[in-house]
């Protein structure tokens, strides 16, 4: 995190320099707080399916929490990945990246994708498993190495309910992969009504997972309302 000058790199707002805290409070014990940073990350980061300068150094960012386990509540977090890898397009398309010039929605998917093992570690626990599945079960590169993690998590599963999780899982990767399913690499079908309708009901259920509300109805996670949008502006001291 230290080495990253947030402030250098632009989101969908504009400069960066509030991304750490919002990482800070995605982390914490405090689920409230917690719930604001996935909202407003998904909005800044990713919104309307672009990807931002800042988004690849926040895949990091979550990656490392994870890893440590410093995420108090990691459903959240493992959703925001979910979005973050699936990028419909980017802004700027290329990016600087350790030395080279690097296509961004690519780098993001990589960077989200490469840790499989990690989403793995995930599945054994009842408070993120709907989280790391939903990660998993949008790879678009990995696919064979997900679907073969998945089969091995199912037959692990410690009882009848994280089995069927894990299977729905499965089904989800393969449709979202399916001939002109999903999104193709170069998103021909990106006005497809069928296929937005699907790519819809993929991001509600990423929002309702990292909200806790899987069995509530679903409110649109990543738009804003006005009063937060206000609350927000205020505590960056705008006019």
């Not at 990253?4 to 800070?24: K, T, Y």
């Not at 699907?198 to 509600?204: D, E, I, S």
């Amino acid at each position: 995190m230290h080495e990253v000058v947030w402030s250098d790199l632009n989101c969908f707002i504009g400069r960066s320099a509030h991304i750490p805290s919002l990482l800070d409070d995605l982390g914490s014990g405090d689920e409230e707080a917690s719930s604001d940073a996935y909202e407003l990350l998904a909005y800044d980061l990713a919104w309307n399916e672009n990807v931002f300068e800042a988004t690849p150094y926040a895949i990091r960012a979550i990656v490392k929490r994870l890893a440590r386990h410093e995420i108090a509540h990691p459903q959240g977090a493992l959703a925001l990945l979910g979005i973050f890898g699936n990028g419909a397009r980017a802004s700027p398309e290329k990016i600087q990246w350790r030395g080279q010039e690097v296509d961004l929605t690519t780098l993001c998917q990589d960077l989200v994708e490469s840790e499989l093992d990690l989403y793995v570690g995930y599945l054994s626990s009842d408070d993120s498993r709907l989280g790391a599945l939903e990660v998993i079960s949008t790879f678009r590169g990995r696919v064979d190495e997900a679907a073969s993690a998945l089969h091995g998590a199912a037959g692990r599963a410690n009882s009848i309910e994280a089995r069927k999780e894990i299977l729905k899982a499965i089904d989800d990767l393969r449709e979202w992969n399916e001939p002109d399913g999903g999104r193709s690499d170069s998103f021909s079908s990106h006005h497809d009504p069928a296929i937005q309708a699907r790519v819809a009901r993929k991001h509600a259920i990423v929002a309702r997972i990292a909200r806790g509300e899987h069995d509530r109805p679903i409110r649109r996670g990543l738009i804003l309302s006005i009063r937060q949008r206000l609350l927000r502006m205020i505590r960056r001291g705008w006019n």
